[in-house]
């Protein structure tokens, strides 16, 4: 039995993320609020939540960064607990301990771990200390980035160019160069520090070897309070643009079980080695040419591409995190946990496909592909607005396959049933990754956009399924009459999904 049960569970954000969280507070009979800003009032994710507080204003700082709010809100509904998904307060160590000083249990990782692993420099220097392998670089006097660019040139000298300049207080790509030359070293650090200081509020930065078409690979790792740790095998996210992942896949393409073997066994120990509790994420980079991997970071909370995981193990993180959070042991140990087949996810953006910049506006129709081993994790529906506020993410679409190839064929047809009106979104960019020979043959690094984006930028073949708007709105208006006809006690229901106090009225 839980020795801190849940009762009411608060979702500290937005989107499909939150929508991801309530379905399975649905399955675990555990009641839920959702916070919404201004710009979110008709979210789906506010309409399937039992109950829902607004939090303020549209800008994140004024409502989704407010610690404050959301935990006045957690009061004023009886949450007992909070999840804060991805971004936002998820890796913020201080939240976590507001909400342990409120009595709401947190469902996350300890503070000092997220401390431990939260500022890049200092979790490279713990993970040395573990014997962790690590990038070879260099974090400035004392590890806290370099007091001059006469500093800067000296360590990348000693590292080797080419080499990239990090952001010590956070990731996704922000904060990051790659410079080749020391003559352009100067401008990249500078550009590097204001970009770091806007996005996280401390200009440190630190460089790092960079390494020549690299793999991108995380590790998916799971702690308990008992001082049991695990690993669920890995993603592949090398399919990235701007350093922002865009394709993940699992299992690796270019990983033998030997290597595979020794990357879980090493994410442990980094896990372990912080007392670590919860999802985790252990990121990594692999050399191709010398088969060696090194620690970049670890990312202490559930990852966006959690769902290839699921697929491929058939196991639900989220419900792992809320048994782990209410005190319980792992589900699973090591030897419990298998993978079959391959998965793989594509993240759907409202964005210019050729450019890659957000592109705004409301849905004004919706075709979400279905059928066998398909799961779109989405938190937008006809009608649904993309906000200049927020990150342009319209779904997760995932596939699973007996194999890669089933898996690429699968997402290949997903995709071509896959049909969004009124704004522009990433689609056609998707559908040419999935048909491409360097893909297919799972020939691909950290450069694979970049080497091929005229192959990758023309647009794809509209899909057979859907020629045009109206077809796409009769289609989904459709669905929906069908939904509204259905017994609305039954779990599959759409009416099931809104939310329960606002249907009843």
Known sequence: MPSRPIHKLLIANRGEIACRVI???????????????????????????????????????????????????????????????????????????????????????????IRSMGGKTSARALMQAAGVPVV??????????????EEAKAAAARVGYPIMLKAAAGGGGRGMRLVDSEDKLEAALAGARRESKAAFGDDTVYLEKAIVRARHIEIQVFGDEHGNVVHLFERDCSVQRRNQKVIEESPSPALDDETRQKM?????????????????????????????????????????????????????????QIAVAQGQPLPLGQDGITRRGAAIECRVYAEDSVK?????????????????GVRDDSGVTAGSVISVYY??????????????????DRMRRALDEYFVGGIKTNLAFHRQVMR??????????????????????????????????????ALFAGRRDAAATADSTAPSSEISAWRRDAWDK
């Open 356 to 372: 890659f910049l957000p592109s705004p506006g409301t849905i004004t129709s919706l075709q979400v592909p279905s059928g066998p």
């Open 264 to 320: 879980g066994a090493v994410a442990v120990r980094a896990a372990k080695s912080v007392g670590y509790v919860g999802a985790g994420t252990i990121e990594m980079l692999y050399d191709q040419a010398s088969r060696n991997f090194y620690f970049l970071e670890m990312n202490t909370r559930l990852q966006v591409e959690h769902p290839v995981t699921e697929l491929v193990t058939g196991l639900d993180l989220v419900r792992w």
């Open 436 to 473: 491409h020979p360097a893909f297919v043959a799972g020939d691909y690094d950290t450069g694979f956009i970049e080497r091929h984006r005229a192959q990758l930028t023309p647009p794809a073949p509209s899909p057979v399924t859907v020629d045009n708007a109206a077809l796409a709105a």
């Open 136 to 149: 070879p670089g260099d974090n400035g006097a004392g590890g806290n980035g370099f007091a001059s660019v």
């Open 391 to 408: 990150d342009p993410m319209i779904s997760k679409l995932c596939v699973y396959g007996a194999d890669r190839a089933a898996a690429i």
């Open 23 to 113: 379905r399975a507070c649905r399955e675990l009979d555990i009641a839920t609020v959702a916070v919404f800003s201004e710009a979110d009032r008709e979210g789906l994710h506010v309409r399937m939540a039992d109950q829902a507080v607004a939090i303020g204003p549209p800008p994140a700082k004024d409502s989704y960064l407010r610690a404050d709010a959301i935990l006045d809100a957690a009061r004023a509904t009886g949450a007992d607990a909070i999840h804060p998904g991805y971004g936002f307060l998820s890796e913020n160590a201080a939240f976590a301990e507001a909400c342990a000083t409120a009595g709401v249990t947190f469902i996350g990782p300890p503070p000092s771990a």
